[in-house]
C-alpha cells in the first residue's frame, strides 16, 4: 500500500524540522594570481592555463609596471591561451595612490584594451583614504565606459572604508597583500562582513610551507574573501615566479566549496525513503 502524499510531505517536514535548517555553503574560493612573469623560459603561464580547467583564475598582466610601449607577441599568446583555458586577465596599471595623473592612468589603460584581449583592470597602489574616493570612481567609470563587462580590481592592500566599493570605485578590493606571518593576525574591517566574498581579494607571500598555504586558504574563507593567492616567494619581487606547491594550492582551491544539498532535496529524500522497502543491514556473525 502506498503511503498518501500529505503523509509523505509530513514525513519529510518533520525531518526538516527536526535536522535544523542546513548552513549555507562557503563560496569556492578563485585564485588571484599576480603574473609578474615573462612567459617564455619557464613554465608558469602554462600551468595557469592547466589550473583555469580547475579553479577560476584571473591573472594580472604587468610587461612592464604597466602594459609597456607596445604588444609582446608572446604576452599576446599567452593572454590568449589562458583565456582559451578558461582564465581571465586583468591589465596591471598603478595609481601612486591616488597621486598619479588621470590621463597617465587611463593612457595605460587605453593601451592595454589596443594591445591585449584583456578581461579588466588591476589598479595597484591604491589609497585607502576617504579623499581619493571621487579619483577612483573616475577611474571606475572611465574602465567601465570602455567596456561595461570589464573587472575591476583594486589594490589598497589593507583595510579600507566602504566608499570604494560604494562609490564605486572597484569590483573587488584587495583587503590584504603583505607576508604569511602578518596574515596570521590580520582582522578584517567589519564592515565587509555585510558583503559577499567576491568583492574581497587576499594575497600572501612568504609562506614557506604547502601546510601554512592550506592554512591561509582556510583564513581567507574566514576573513570572506573570494580570491586568494598564497606564495613562497619574497620580496624584492614575490611575484616573478609561480609558487612551488601550486598544483597543492589550486587542488585545494578547488576543495573548498561543497555544495550542501537544498530543503527540496530533503523532502524529496524523505518521500523516497516512504515509498521505497526497507532491508535490514547485513551484519557480521
Same mark, same amino acid.
Given at each position: 500500500?502506498?503511503?498518501?502524499?500529505?503523509?509523505?510531505?509530513?514525513?519529510?517536514?518533520?525531518?526538516?524540522?527536526?535536522?535544523?535548517?542546513?548552513?549555507?555553503?562557503?563560496?569556492?574560493?578563485?585564485?588571484?594570481?599576480?603574473?609578474?612573469?615573462?612567459?617564455?623560459?619557464?613554465?608558469?603561464?602554462?600551468?595557469? =592555463?592547466?589550473?583555469?580547467?580547475?579553479?577560476?583564475?584571473?591573472?594580472?598582466?604587468?610587461?612592464?609596471?604597466?602594459?609597456?610601449?607596445?604588444? =609582446?607577441?608572446?604576452?599576446?599568446?599567452?593572454?590568449?591561451?589562458?583565456?582559451?583555458?578558461?582564465?581571465?586577465?586583468?591589465?596591471?596599471?598603478?595609481?601612486?595612490?591616488?597621486?598619479?595623473?588621470?590621463?597617465?592612468?587611463?593612457?595605460?589603460?587605453?593601451?592595454?584594451?589596443?594591445?591585449?584581449?584583456?578581461?579588466?583592470?588591476?589598479?595597484?597602489?591604491?589609497?585607502?583614504?576617504?579623499?581619493?574616493?571621487?579619483?577612483?570612481?573616475?577611474?571606475?567609470?572611465?574602465?567601465?565606459?570602455?567596456?561595461?563587462?570589464?573587472?575591476?580590481?583594486?589594490?589598497?592592500?589593507? !583595510?579600507?572604508?566602504?566608499?570604494?566599493?560604494?562609490?564605486?570605485?572597484?569590483?573587488?578590493?584587495?583587503?590584504?597583500?603583505?607576508?604569511?606571518?602578518?596574515?596570521?593576525?590580520?582582522?578584517?574591517?567589519?564592515?565587509?562582513?555585510?558583503?559577499?566574498?567576491?568583492?574581497?581579494?587576499?594575497?600572501?607571500?612568504?609562506?614557506?610551507?604547502?601546510?601554512?598555504?592550506? !592554512?591561509?586558504?582556510?583564513?581567507?574563507?574566514?576573513?570572506?574573501?573570494?580570491?586568494?593567492?598564497?606564495?613562497? =616567494?619574497?620580496?624584492?619581487?614575490?611575484?616573478?615566479?609561480?609558487?612551488?606547491?601550486?598544483?597543492?594550492?589550486?587542488?585545494?582551491?578547488?576543495?573548498?566549496?561543497?555544495?550542501?544539498?537544498?530543503?527540496?532535496?530533503?523532502?524529496?529524500?524523505?518521500?523516497?525513503?516512504?515509498?521505497?522497502?526497507?532491508?535490514?543491514?547485513?551484519?557480521?556473525?
Amino acid at each position: 500500500m502506498r503511503p498518501r502524499l500529505s503523509a509523505i510531505l509530513a514525513f519529510s517536514l518533520l525531518g526538516l524540522l527536526v535536522l535544523g535548517p542546513r548552513p549555507a555553503a562557503a563560496e569556492q574560493l578563485q585564485a588571484l594570481v599576480p603574473a609578474y612573469f615573462y612567459p617564455v623560459g619557464n613554465p608558469y603561464w602554462s600551468e595557469l =592555463d592547466a589550473a583555469a580547467s580547475q579553479i577560476g583564475v584571473t591573472a594580472i598582466l604587468n610587461p612592464n609596471s604597466g602594459p609597456g610601449n607596445s604588444a =609582446d607577441p608572446n604576452y599576446v599568446t599567452a593572454v590568449n591561451n589562458l583565456e582559451a583555458a578558461g582564465g581571465k586577465v586583468l591589465g596591471y596599471v598603478y595609481t601612486s595612490y591616488g597621486s598619479r595623473s588621470l590621463t597617465a592612468v587611463e593612457a595605460d589603460v587605453n593601451a592595454y584594451v589596443n594591445f591585449y584581449h584583456i578581461n579588466g583592470i588591476f589598479f595597484d597602489e591604491q589609497s585607502n583614504s576617504p579623499a581619493e574616493v571621487s579619483y577612483y570612481n573616475q577611474l571606475y567609470n572611465y574602465v567601465k565606459s570602455l567596456n561595461p563587462a570589464y573587472e575591476v580590481i583594486a589594490n589598497p592592500g589593507t !583595510n579600507t572604508v566602504p566608499a570604494y566599493l560604494t562609490a564605486p570605485t572597484a569590483d573587488t578590493l584587495v583587503t590584504f597583500e603583505d607576508t604569511a606571518s602578518a596574515y596570521g593576525t590580520y582582522t578584517p574591517a567589519s564592515w565587509t562582513s555585510t558583503y559577499s566574498a567576491n568583492h574581497f581579494a587576499n594575497i600572501v607571500y612568504g609562506e614557506p610551507t604547502t601546510a601554512g598555504m592550506l !592554512n591561509d586558504l582556510q583564513l581567507a574563507q574566514a576573513n570572506n574573501a573570494g580570491y586568494v593567492y598564497v606564495t613562497d =616567494d619574497t620580496l624584492p619581487n614575490p611575484y616573478d615566479s609561480l609558487t612551488s606547491y601550486w598544483d597543492q594550492e589550486v587542488t585545494a582551491i578547488a576543495d573548498t566549496a561543497t555544495p550542501e544539498p537544498s530543503s527540496l532535496a530533503l523532502l524529496a529524500a524523505g518521500a523516497l525513503a516512504l515509498c521505497v522497502p526497507r532491508f535490514k543491514a547485513l551484519r557480521p556473525r
